[in-house]
C-alpha cells in the first residue's frame, strides 16, 4: 500500500510503488516538471549558492571546483580565514569567482549540512526511501562540462534547479557497484561504453526536471546555453552485502573459527590453504545457518540508523522548553529519529545510540507520543496529568520529542 512520501513524491512522476519495483537500482527514469509537484527553487537556487560562497564561511570539503574532469587543487580557491578566523582553508569568493569566470564548475558538497531547506529535505528523503541521503549541488558555466563520464557508486536523483544540461547516461559496465568499487577501477570500459553504446538517457534537463540514476549508470552532463545548477541527491544503497559484512564479523563469536592457522602456515600458497579452507568453509556456513535474525538486527541497527541526523534541535529552544514543560504544552516525535518500541516490562524504546526503558503502565502514551502527529501533554491516554508531564520530560531530555508551542 502507498504511504505518503512527499520528499520522493517531488523527486519521481508516476506510481511510486511501480517506481519501487520496476525502476529502484535497475533502470534510469527521466521525470519532466509538469508531472512533479513544484519545481526546487524553495530547495535551492543560485542566489543561496552565492550566499554559501561569500557569507557561510565555508571551508574544505565542503567546495570542489573541477572542468572537464579534473578537480582543481584546494589552494586555487581557499585561503586565509582573516582576523578572528585563523585558518587556512576558507574558501575565497574571488579566487571562485575566477575560476567560475573561466568555465570551472562549481560543486558545493553536503549540502544537507550545510543548507537549512536541504537539511529539511534530505531528513524526509531518508525516511521516505529507508536509505541515507546526501545532497551536493552542482553549478556549470554555459556550455561547460564539470566531469567526463563516470558512475557513482550511491544512487542518485538530479534536480534541475536553474538553466539547462544535457545528460547522457549508459547503462552499467560494473554492475551495483560497491562503495570500495569506484568507477576508476574501470576507466578504460567506462570511456568505452560511453563512446561506443546507445545512451538509455539523452536528454535536456529544464527547470524543475527530475533524473533517476541507479548507482553504476555510466553518465554526463554539459551546460547549455546559460548557467546550469542542478542538485544531485545520493542515495548511500543498503545491500545485500551489507548483511553479508554483519554476517560474518559475528562469526568472531565461534570459537572454532578463532583458532589460530598451523605454524608456519602460508596464506598464499594454494596447496596449504586448500588444506585448510573446507573445514572453516563448513564452520562458516553452519554459523550462518545458525543466526538468529534477532542477533543481526542490533548490529545492522547500530550501523544504519546513525547514518542519517534527524531532525535539527535548537539547543536554546529546546532547554526553553524543558524549562517552561506543562499541561497543555504540544510536542511531537523528531523528524527523521529511527527508532523502536519493544513491548515488556518495561517497554524498550531502541534509538540509533541507546536503548532506553520505561515502565509497562506507560505504554499506551509512548504509544501515541511516537506516532508522528502533535499531541498535547494532559490529553494522553492512560496516564494522570503529572505522569504525562515526567513522561514528556524525559522524551524531551532524551531528544526524542520536540516541542511545537
Avoid at 494532559?378 to 524525559?394: A, F
Wanted: contains cysteine.
Amino acid at each position: 500500500m502507498t504511504v505518503d512520501r512527499p520528499a520522493l513524491r517531488r523527486c519521481v512522476a508516476g506510481d511510486l510503488d511501480e517506481f519501487a519495483t520496476g525502476y529502484w537500482g535497475s533502470r534510469a527514469l527521466l521525470s519532466h516538471a509538469p508531472d512533479l509537484p513544484a519545481p526546487y527553487d524553495d530547495l535551492f537556487t543560485l542566489t543561496a549558492a552565492d550566499e554559501l560562497l561569500s557569507r557561510r564561511g565555508l571551508r574544505t570539503p565542503f567546495l570542489r571546483v573541477a572542468k572537464n574532469g579534473s578537480v582543481v587543487g584546494d589552494s586555487q580557491f581557499t585561503g586565509s580565514g582573516g582576523v578572528g578566523a585563523d585558518i587556512s582553508d576558507q574558501v575565497r569568493d574571488d579566487k571562485v569567482a575566477a575560476l567560475f569566470a573561466s568555465g570551472h564548475t562549481v560543486v558545493l558538497q553536503a549540502l544537507h549540512r550545510t543548507w537549512p531547506a536541504l537539511v529539511d529535505f534530505a531528513t524526509q528523503l531518508s525516511t521516505d526511501a529507508g536509505h541515507p541521503v546526501q545532497i551536493n549541488a552542482y553549478i556549470t558555466p554555459p556550455e561547460s562540462q564539470g566531469f567526463s563520464a563516470h558512475y557513482d557508486v550511491h544512487d542518485v536523483f538530479v534536480l534541475q534547479v536553474a538553466g539547462e544540461k544535457h545528460w547522457t547516461v549508459h547503462e552499467p559496465v560494473h554492475v551495483n557497484p560497491l562503495r570500495n568499487q569506484p568507477w576508476t577501477d574501470h576507466s578504460a570500459a567506462v570511456a568505452a561504453a560511453a563512446r561506443d553504446q546507445q545512451p538509455v538517457v539523452d536528454e535536456v534537463l529544464r527547470p524543475g526536471d527530475a533524473l533517476y540514476v541507479p548507482r553504476g549508470f555510466l553518465h554526463s552532463a554539459k551546460a547549455l546555453g546559460g548557467v546550469s545548477a542542478h542538485l544531485t541527491v545520493g542515495l548511500h544503497t543498503l545491500t545485500r552485502y551489507l548483511l553479508v559484512q554483519e554476517l560474518a564479523a559475528l562469526a568472531a563469536n565461534e570459537p572454532a573459527l578463532r583458532t589460530a592457522l598451523p605454524l608456519g602456515f602460508d596464506p598464499g600458497d594454494p596447496a596449504q590453504l586448500a588444506a585448510v579452507l573446507p573445514e572453516v568453509t563448513e564452520l562458516l556456513v553452519a554459523h550462518l545457518r545458525s543466526t538468529a535474525v534477532d542477533d543481526l538486527a542490533p548490529r545492522l541497527r547500530r550501523r544504519t540508523w546513525s547514518a542519517n541526523r534527524p531532525e535539527p534541535i535548537p539547543p536554546l529552544a529546546h532547554a526553553a522548553a524543558l524549562g517552561t514543560l506543562t499541561a497543555g504544552t504540544t510536542v511531537r516525535l523528531r523528524g527523521g529519529l529511527r527508532h523502536r518500541l519493544i513491548p515488556g516490562d518495561p517497554i524498550t524504546l531502541q534509538l540509533p545510540d541507546r536503548a532506553i526503558t520505561f515502565p509497562a503502565a506507560v505504554s499506551e502514551a509512548l504509544i501515541h507520543l511516537l506516532d508522528g502527529q502533535e499531541h498535547k501533554v494532559g490529553t494522553l491516554p492512560g496516564l494522570p496529568v503529572d505522569d504525562q508531564v515526567v513522561l514528556v520530560r524525559r522524551l524531551l531530555t532524551e531528544a526524542v520529542l520536540v516541542s511545537t508551542a
